[in-house]
Structures are given as C-alpha cells and as structure tokens.
C-alpha cells in the first residue's frame, strides 16, 4: 500500500578506537570512584549516536526512594559514561508506571528529551533485580551538542498536508512524481481531495501535543512535535500518528520543520503487525460458489488459530478452534472435509470478518459501537467486543441467532444444521450476513448502548427486513442476475424462508400491517414488506444513476446513515425520514451533485409509495395500528 520511508544515513559511524577507548577509561574511573558503593563495566558503543549500549553494574548498594526516583538518580550518575560531559543536563523523562516481570525484576523507562521536546526511539531501559538493586542502564541517547531549532517554520495544518499527499499522490496528475520522495508510493484509493486540516484540541507544552479531525481517514490524527536525528543531524519534525481502521493499519511520520528542509518527509514507517494468512472458503454456499483459497486482509487472524481482533471462531460450545499451517510464508487454513466441522469454523469465521469490514467502510466504526476486541483509534470504551461465533456441530433450537449486548460486550452468534437439510448455516452466507445485521442494526439505531432500540413491532420487524435486505443486495453487488430468495440453499427449498421473492412483483405493502399475517405473530412477515422497500430503492436509484452498483453503494449508505439518525423504536415511516434526512445531508456536504440529489430523490420515494409509504402514509406510532398507506409522490415530484 506504502512503501515504508527512512531517510537516516545507516553508514554513517560516530564511532572509532578513541572513542571506544575514552568510555572504556570513563567507566573505570567512575567504577573505582564508586567502588564503595558500585561496581559497573560498559558493553558496546552504538555506532550512529557513539552513545553505550549497556552500562552493567556488578555490584550497586541498596538505595531508598522510589524505582523511578533510583532510575534517574542512576542516569545522571553515569552521565559521563552515556557520553554527555559534567556540564551537561541531559533531558528524560519515564513512563508513568513501571512494569513488573514475573520473576519480580523492575523496569523503568526513560524517553530523552531535549527542551521538553521527545527525541525519536532515543530511550533508555533502566532494569533493577528482584532484590531492588539496579542492574543494568541500556538502550540509546544523543548528544551532539546545542540545540537551537526549537520552533516549527511549518504549521502543524501545511504539514498534514504533506502527510495527507502521500495518500492521494497517485491520483493528483498536477505533481511530477519523478521529482519528489511520493514516487516512492503506491497507489492507495482514498478520496482526500477535499480535505481539509482542521484541529480537535492542542495543549500549551513544548512538543505541542495536538489531535486533528482525520477526515476521509476515519480517525482523529496525533501530532506533535519531535526531534529525529537523522544521522548526523537532528532535525525538528511534525510526528504524526496516522489510522486508517478501513485498512486495519497505522502509520508513523516524521515531516521536517526546521531551516535544513522545511516540509521534508524524513521517515514513513507502518506500525502495525500484519499476518499473511488464507483460507479455502465458500464466498456464498457450496452451491453457488465452490470452495476456493481467499486472501484475508490484514488484521484478521493474530495467531495459527481462527481467533482475531474482529471475530473469534469456535466449535459448538466449547473453545475448539480451526488451526492454520504455515506454507511458503503464509498461513493456510485448508480443512481436509469440505464440509466438516473445521470448515463451519472456517467460514463463519470468514464471513463474519468479512462483514466488519463492509460496514466499517459504511461507518459502522468504532465511534459507532462496532465488534473489535482492541480499537485501532484512541476510542477505549466500547472495545473487548469482538463477535464470538460458534457452529455447533448439529442442530440448535432457532437454527441461526445474533446476541447483541450493549457497546463493550461480545455480541454471541451461534449457527446450526438445517432440520431437514441436514446443510449447515454456517456454511450459507444468506444466514450469517443476515444474523450479523442484527448486531449492526442493533449497536446503530438509538446508539451502541441502547439494547432496546427495535423491541416495538415495527421496529423489530425492520431488524428483519434490513438483516434479509443486506444479506441479499451484498451479493447481488457482483451477480448479472438478481437474487431475490433468502436460504435457498441451506433448506433446500428453491422458494427460500419466505412467503414471497424479493422481486418487483412483491404483492403487500404498508397498508397492509396490522392484518392477515402482518398482524404481529411473526416478525419476519412484516419484515419482508421493509426489504423489499429498500431492495426496490437500490433498483430504482441504479437505474436513476446508471450503474445497478452505484444503486446499492448509496442505498447501503442511505440505510447505514439513516440508522445512525434514528431515534429508539423507529416506525416504518421514521426510518423512511432519516433516510432522506441522510441524503439531505449528501448534498449539503457536496457528496453528491444538485442533479444527482434530485435522481436519487425522486428513486427513493418511489420506491416507498410503491410500498404504500408515500408522503402522506401514517401510524401510531411503531406499533401495528392505526396504518394508513400513500401510494403517491410528494407535490414537488409529481409529473
């Protein structure tokens, strides 16, 4: 995606026989200065700074006062050694709490600063014995004498700028590639062109700590100011902390800000850990689609098990996992029985990984109360979440279900074999697709912790009808043909689990709840009316646009947006509004053209009054009562 960026000069040495010699001497002098007391030898000189790699103390006395305390104590102690001069008052600062191993051993680190300013990767471990006495000072520092360059000749803003350039370079035809460190890029789509820098808060300190809206990188931005000693030199930067959780990864950057080069990209560098992995899935059932190896992006998988940030995948009831095998590099997940447990396991686990990241591109984020066990961004509440899926081997009461607790808790999906199939639904991604919309649908609306959000007739039914109308159009995304059935396959029965197809001739409509089998004994017969009103909008806004793909990308947005709008409890006609709300707000923003606005506009509401929800359609509220249908246009967009 980007190739990683680090403009320091590897071969440069501040090291020779004198220097080696000269630390070897100071530490003697100092060790027999301290004989009373400590008894301490040097091991290794690092080449790029000439500082000591390790400073050991054979023998140290006890001494009171905090770790902390003792730490700096001993920094400043052997100051000559790391190679600043007695005039010297070198700048650290530590970590606010010291770590413990398990054999009682204490670490204390210290990060150099100079002027209240960090020095990149310049930090040293101070370790003390189970006993309390120090035992070693390694790591790395730098002295290369006064530092005058404490003031950025670049804004925070023009720097994000640069930042923000790299991830749209490929597609600005206005720079010249060959001239400049981006042609070092690859492409990466992102739409950034009409960002805008603009900063949440900042603190009056020297570093000048600052968090900036991320705009079409989905995440707020850290930034502050950092020295990066770029070999021989040190140079003043903007660091930038850049995540892009629609990718699952971060960033590091350093942009100068000094009188060498101002706005020089000095190191770009990924920070995140990646796992290579695959898996032999099948993307729809194995009627449709037959089993095939599937790359897993990034940050799906974080050991050989099925077990990830996103989704931990587990046999029936207990902890049995499916385990991967490393080939060429790359973990492999390859079950010998095709539709044996280990491939339940497997493709639940694909499916639901694959359904965090389609709506997380829809903004179904961490903001927004998604499933992840750690959030990407500096959004602590609401993790430890991840989905738990289990197949269970056989059959289970309600053959698939979705448990959704409030933001924080692990939503729980559990998959069964058909009673009479005897296929899987874990294996069926009509099923899991429409099981993990609930967890969607029941974190968006009324907010991530409101779990009684759809519990009024139409609002649960519509959890229904949005769960049918996702699982459906996603894979009708890439089909010339429309599916317009839902588990077909895993029951066997070409008409589905519903009383009607999908299509354009689906025969009820709004007016139609609160009788017959709308009268509130099932849920999903209600629902149906809801999905096949949205599936109906997404064909009418593709034929408004041109392009059936385009009608599902904005139909998706229009229903994630419109749930993130609602209210608790939502009627049929409440949902309708906020969805309109929603594409209001398209074209306020600019998201959207004038034209477009007025071709999507009309599409929806057509698609509505077909289904007796025009203008003018009423109800008591979400209940089933009291329905009044419309069939016709608003005024406005009448012929």
Request: charged letters at 20%; a neutral charge; proline letters at 4%.
């Amino acid at each position: 995606m980007i190739k990683e960026i680090d403009l320091r000069n590897y071969k440069f040495c501040r090291t020779n026989k004198e220097c080696t010699k000269d630390l070897k001497e100071i530490s003697e002098r100092i060790s027999k200065q301290l004989a009373n007391r400590h008894s301490l030898y040097v091991q290794g000189i690092n080449n790029l700074t000439g500082s000591t790699k390790n400073i050991f103390f054979k023998k140290a006395a006890q001494k009171k006062g905090s770790f902390i305390n003792q730490a700096f104590y001993y920094l400043h102690l052997t100051k000559n050694i790391l190679g600043f001069s007695k005039n010297d008052f070198p700048e650290f600062v530590s970590d606010c709490e010291p770590r413990v191993t398990k054999s009682g051993s204490t670490i204390i680190q210290l990060h150099q600063h100079i002027r209240g300013i960090p020095v990149f990767q310049m930090i040293r471990t101070v370790t003390f014995g189970a006993n309390g006495k120090i035992r070693n000072i390694k790591g790395n520092n730098i002295n290369i004498g006064p530092i005058t360059e404490t003031k950025p000749t670049l804004s925070v803003k023009d720097s994000l700028r640069i930042v923000i350039r790299f991830f749209s370079i490929q597609n600005n035809k206005n720079v010249n590639a060959e001239d400049s460190v981006y042609k070092q890029l690859e492409d990466f789509s992102l739409d950034v062109s009409h960002f805008k820098p603009k900063i949440v808060s900042s603190f009056n300190m020297p570093s000048k700590p600052t968090i900036l809206d991320g705009g079409a990188l989905d995440s707020p931005i850290k930034a502050n100011l950092a020295y990066f000693y770029q070999v021989p030199s040190i140079r003043l930067c903007w660091k930038f902390s850049v995540t892009i959780p629609s990718l699952f990864c971060q960033y590091l950057f350093f942009v100068s800000t000094d009188s060498i080069s101002t706005g020089e990209v000095l190191y770009c560098k990924k920070t995140s850990n990646d796992v290579e992995a695959r898996g032999a899935v099948y993307t729809h059932n194995p009627r449709e689609t037959p089993r095939r190896l599937v790359d897993f992006p990034k940050d799906w998988v974080e050991s050989n098990y099925t077990l990830g940030n996103l989704t931990s995948a587990f046999l029936g009831t207990g902890n049995t996992t499916f385990e991967g095998i490393m080939k060429n590099d790359i973990l492999t997940f390859n079950p010998s029985d095709s539709t044996g447990d280990d491939q339940k396991i497997l493709n639940i686990f694909y499916f639901c990984n694959y359904m965090h990241n389609f709506f997380l591109h829809l903004g179904f984020d961490e903001k927004a109360g998604n499933f992840q066990r750690d959030n990407f961004t500096d959004i602590s509440n609401g993790e430890g979440d991840e989905v738990i899926a289990r197949a269970h081997p056989g059959k289970i009461p309600s053959l698939a279900n979705m448990w959704t607790p409030p933001d924080g808790e692990s939503p729980l999906m559990n998959m069964g074999m058909h009673d009479t199939s005897s296929r899987h639904t874990a294996l069926d991604s009509d099923i899991v697709f429409h099981e993990y919309v609930h967890g969607v649908t029941n974190r968006l609306v009324g907010g991530r912790f409101d779990d009684e959000a759809l519990t009024e007739p139409q609002s649960a039914a519509q959890g229904e009808g949005w769960s049918d109308y996702f699982a459906l159009t996603i894979q009708n995304y890439d089909k010339d043909t429309e599916k317009v059935v839902i588990g077909d396959w895993v029951t066997g029965n070409p008409k589905g689990r519903r009383m009607y197809n999908y299509d354009e001739g689906f025969p009820d409509n709004f007016g139609k709840l609160g009788s017959g089998r709308y009268d509130g004994r099932s849920l999903h017969a209600i629902g149906e009316i809801w999905c096949a009103t949205l599936m109906q909008m997404n064909r009418n806004i593709g034929k408004a646009l041109g392009s059936t793909k385009k009608g599902h990308e904005m139909g998706w947005q229009l229903v994630v947006d419109g749930l993130k709008l609602s209210t608790t409890n939502p009627s049929f006609l409440d949902s309708r509004d906020y969805m309109l709300e929603a594409l209001d707000e398209f074209e306020f923003v600019n998201l959207i053209t004038s034209n477009e606005y007025r071709l999507i506009l009309r599409a929806v509401w057509e698609a509505f009054a077909k289904f007796g929800m025009g203008p003018n359609a009423h109800s008591s509220g979400a209940r089933l009562h009291s329905v009044g249908p419309d069939f016709e246009l608003p005024m406005g967009l009448q012929l």
